[in-house]
């Protein structure tokens, strides 16, 4: 009896210290600590999670500006006073030729530009996807994208007006006979502004155009080749449908960009002559900054911004109608 109790004893002290030992091991600082699997609405959030603080700081710098402006476009607001006027600034913005002059002007140097940039740009495209030598340089393309559009302004007012060396230029080469004033003349002031823009950005369009060529089916040019179908027959026919997408797209948001044009009118012209040169945005900073009637200039944003969107879908769907460009 008294030797079964002293098994039973011994038996139970073994157990009880094998069991603290076990808890000892899973406490020890180096053991992996054992993982819950998620739920399945966790694991559904997760990845919305990750991106969350990238979304909510776009929304706070595009959203936020575009909503206060359409509030903001209610009132006569002069700096810290606020008159409600319901709709008369949207009356007033509509009978005020100016606005229309400034939005005539952004269509005119924005669409000639954005021209000349997709022309460019996919012409250096079809070289440089396909010439090894020019493929090895093509950083050289994206170099006037990475200055400041404020540089830029400055570079190209210094070859067109204050410097002269677009004119001394043209008169070394015997095209003209004196001195051009590119800031007296509507097509010349305008000018400066296109070949400024054309020259800094037809490289966005450049990047996109040769990654679109690169990433298309090789199997189709061989194919169309070995058809004995020339380089510039399968770049119209074959290359040039595949990428129209990528295309569309490009010059779409470029061409949303073009309606933000302000550094280059402020530095090169200021708006003249006689307001030939004055875009859209300009004329918002005319409003707000100079007359400091900030409710039509804020007016004059919220249609713009409008108009920008409903343009930009217009445009998409009739590219993209059907799934299909």
């Known amino acids: 009896m008294a030797t079964t109790a002293a098994t039973t004893a011994a038996t139970t002290a073994a157990t009880t210290a094998v069991e603290a030992d076990g808890a000892a091991s899973r406490a020890a600082p180096g053991a992996a600590p054992r993982l819950r699997p998620r739920r399945p609405v966790q694991r559904a959030l997760f990845p919305y999670l990750l991106v969350a603080p990238a979304v909510l700081y776009l929304l706070l710098i595009t959203l936020y500006p575009g909503v206060y402006a359409i509030y903001q476009s209610f009132f006569v607001v002069q700096f810290t006073q606020w008159f409600p006027t319901g709709f008369d600034n949207y009356t007033l913005l509509w009978d005020d030729p100016d606005f229309w002059a400034a939005l005539w002007n952004t269509f005119v140097i924005g669409g000639i530009a954005l021209t000349l940039q997709a022309v460019i740009a996919l012409t250096l495209a079809f070289f440089a996807y396909r010439d090894p030598l020019i493929r090895g340089w093509r950083i050289i393309f994206l170099m006037p994208m990475l200055f400041m559009p404020s540089a830029v302004a400055f570079l190209w007012k210094l070859a067109f007006s204050d410097g002269r060396v677009i004119s001394d230029l043209l008169m070394g080469l015997g095209l003209v006979s004196a001195n051009i004033d590119f800031l007296g003349n509507v097509w010349n002031a305008r000018l400066m502004l296109i070949v400024a823009d054309v020259w800094q950005w037809t490289p966005f369009l450049f990047i996109i155009f040769v990654a679109a060529l690169q990433a298309q089916d090789k199997e189709i040019e061989e194919a169309a080749r070995l058809d004995g ?35 280059k009118v402020f530095i090169m012209t200021q708006g003249t002559p006689g307001g030939a040169t004055e875009t859209i945005s300009f004329f918002i900073y005319r409003m707000g900054f100079r007359t400091f009637d900030f409710g039509y200039a804020s007016t004059a944003a919220a249609l713009m911004l409008v108009f920008t969107i409903v343009v930009a879908q217009v445009l998409l769907k009739q590219f993209f109608r059907s799934g299909r460009v």
């Open 229 to 263: 179908a020339r380089w510039g027959q399968i770049f119209f026919n074959i290359s040039l449908p595949l990428i129209r997408p990528v295309i569309a797209v490009a010059v779409v948001l470029r061409g949303i960009d073009i309606t933000t044009m302000f550094a």
